[in-house]
């Protein structure tokens, strides 16, 4: 059925239409399409799908085109209930997104106005922060500590330090003898590794920062034909605060 239905959302005009739009005549689209027809047949799945007035487009119509995401200002007028009624209603949208994404993949098609994706991301990462945030404000007033659970700074076997979330123990460490947190001794491969990780970063930076330099010295012409900047020099004179070590 998913692979029927990619077939006719992404199959090109009729050819009497295609003809018709070469004399230069309005290009009539037949009365009963199969989008609909095949709409119809999906039964309870048609809430994965998309509208069929949006099948087969390169680009969504005014009319049929989504608005920006809510922001965090915006979701914070609302109450519990709102913010929960529509964390499903986005959840939905964005099952049926990529249910359309994935099936103009399978029929070889562009995937109309893709960043409909990306807004319905950005709105339920705004209801989170304003969860978040009420569930912080409550913790803090009844217990007088954020909801944030702790975190403390681990060391790891191959010398890499990163924040890990405190985590509960049926035994604290004074029975158990074990110190999740300590420092632990690094051979001489960790620190190996280490120096090697260090040197790598260090000629990332390098480069990331002739890039900005580079960046900078395009001119307006540049910009505007998205033209690129010479990629031989003469002498190093010709390109300043460019790196090497």
């Known amino acids: ?34 989008y609909a027809q095949v709409y119809q047949k999906l039964g309870i799945f048609q809430q994965f799908f998309d509208i069929p007035d949006n099948w087969g487009v390169t680009e969504l119509t005014k009319l049929n085109r989504p608005g920006r995401e809510w922001s965090a ?56 922060e304003v969860i978040h945030e009420r569930n912080n404000a409550f913790y803090e007033l009844e217990t007088g500590l954020p909801a944030t659970p702790k975190k403390r700074r681990v060391t ?8 890990k979330q405190v985590e509960e123990h049926a035994l604290p460490n004074e029975i158990t003898k074990q110190k999740e947190y300590e420092i632990p001794y690094l051979d001489d491969d960790a620190y190996i590794m280490q120096k090697l990780w260090k040197e790598k970063k260090y000629y990332q930076n390098i480069e990331l920062s002739n890039m900005k330099v580079l960046e900078e010295q395009k001119t307006h012409e540049q910009f505007k034909h998205r033209r690129g900047l010479r990629k031989t020099y003469n002498d190093v004179s010709q390109v300043k605060g460019l790196r090497y070590n």
């Open 1 to 34: 059925m998913l692979r029927r239905t990619c077939y006719l959302l992404c199959s090109k005009p009729t050819a009497a239409v295609e003809a018709a739009s070469k004399e230069g005549q309005p290009a009539i689209p037949p009365k009963k399409t199969p």
């Open 156 to 163: 790891s076997i191959l010398g890499f330090t990163y924040d």
């Open 73 to 128: 200002d915006e979701l914070r007028l609302k109450s519990n209930t709102d913010l929960h009624k529509l964390w499903y209603v986005l959840l939905k949208e964005r099952n049926m997104l990529l249910t359309m994404k994935t099936a103009f993949k399978v029929g070889v098609d562009h995937f109309p106005n893709e960043e409909r994706i990306d807004r319905v991301k950005m709105s339920m990462e705004n209801i989170e």
